[in-house]
């Protein structure tokens, strides 16, 4: 089994910067893919970023250029740097992660934090 506890989430003006992290802890070994999706009310979970244990990373269109995910395999953490911060990205951003690679398309996470809550306002 694996845990994963995401922190970093708040209030942040537009225009503004946030970085989340997403500690796995447990049967981490096995782990290749870990990613960040996001919630808002009355709408259904979407990715915003996703990476393998290798290095490969896709991101929604609408966060590339301002967000970036990298990885502490070492540290089994996975990061989502999210600069230039707009109101539409409030949200609740959601930690997973899986065994096999994202790339394939049958791929579904195996494990879920529970979640972190950005709000971009002024």
């Known amino acids: 089994q694996v845990q994963l506890v995401e922190s970093g989430g708040g209030l942040v003006q537009p225009g503004g910067s946030l970085r989340l992290s997403c500690a796995a802890s447990g049967t981490v070994s096995s782990i290749n893919t870990m990613s960040w999706d996001c919630q808002t009310p009355g709408k259904e979970r979407e990715l915003v970023a996703t990476?393998?244990?290798?290095?490969?990373?896709r991101y929604a269109d609408s966060v590339k250029g301002r967000f970036t995910i990298s990885r502490d395999n070492a540290k089994s953490t996975v990061y989502l740097q999210m600069n230039s911060l707009k109101p539409e990205d409030t949200a609740v951003y959601y930690c997973?992660?899986?065994?096999?690679?994202?790339?394939?398309?049958?791929?579904?996470?195996?494990?879920w934090g529970h979640g972190t809550q950005v709000t971009v306002s002024s």
């Open positions: 997973n992660a899986g065994h096999r690679a994202y790339y394939y398309s049958d791929y579904r996470p195996d494990y």
């Open positions: 990476s393998t244990r290798g290095g490969s990373t």
